[in-house]
């Protein structure tokens, strides 16, 4: 009786690993992937970045999403075989809510991203779009400093977003 004891957990867990095994089997023949698995690349195609943003904060985010998605990054339309220009970038603050007392109490910060993708002759893949992204924070009028930097951190997070929907968008060109 011993024995059969201590070979119970044994066989639940076998039990556990085939059922497992078995909806990961169900999952995957159905199609269904998890976010981020798989999916588009870049496959090793050469992108050059034409900068009319003139932000070197876009230029590293974007030069950092081509690498990540699987593409390279070259300096000359010659050696490209994408084209996408940067045609400009911008954000603002909203107020979102004020308090009771007439305080602000949160601040909407929206990104703007324009870009288009063209071959290295020419030819326009992708005409001029506007990519957004936003973001809603708390105000804290007692915290300026904090605030600022808050901001600040928002504001790369909606930059890299902009980026990578960008790329999605060339993946599958």
Do not use: K, N
Not at 51 to 78: F, K, P
Not at 94 to 123: A, C, F, K, M, W
Request: glycine fraction near 10%; charged fraction near 25%.
């Amino acid at each position: 009786m011993h024995r059969r004891r201590a070979s119970q957990p044994i066989v639940s867990l076998l039990l556990r690993l085939v059922a497992v095994s078995v909806v990961a089997a169900a999952l995957g023949a159905c199609g269904w992937q998890l976010r981020g698995a798989g999916g588009a690349t870049l496959d090793g195609r050469a992108v050059q970045v034409v900068d009319r943003a003139g932000s070197a904060d876009l230029m590293r985010e974007v030069r950092r999403g081509v690498e990540s998605a699987g593409g390279s990054y070259v300096g000359s339309a010659a050696a490209a075989d994408l084209v996408l220009v940067l045609h400009g970038e911008g954000d603002r603050r909203e107020v979102l809510s004020v308090g009771t007392d007439g305080e602000i109490s949160e601040y909407e910060l929206q990104y703007r991203l324009e870009y288009s993708v063209q071959r290295p002759d020419g030819e326009q893949l992708v005409g001029r779009q506007s990519l957004q992204t936003r973001r809603a924070y708390p105000h804290d009028p007692a915290d300026a400093e904090a605030g600022r930097v808050l901001e600040r951190e928002l504001l790369a997070e909606l930059r890299a977003d902009a980026v990578r929907l960008m790329m999605f968008r060339l993946q599958v060109l």
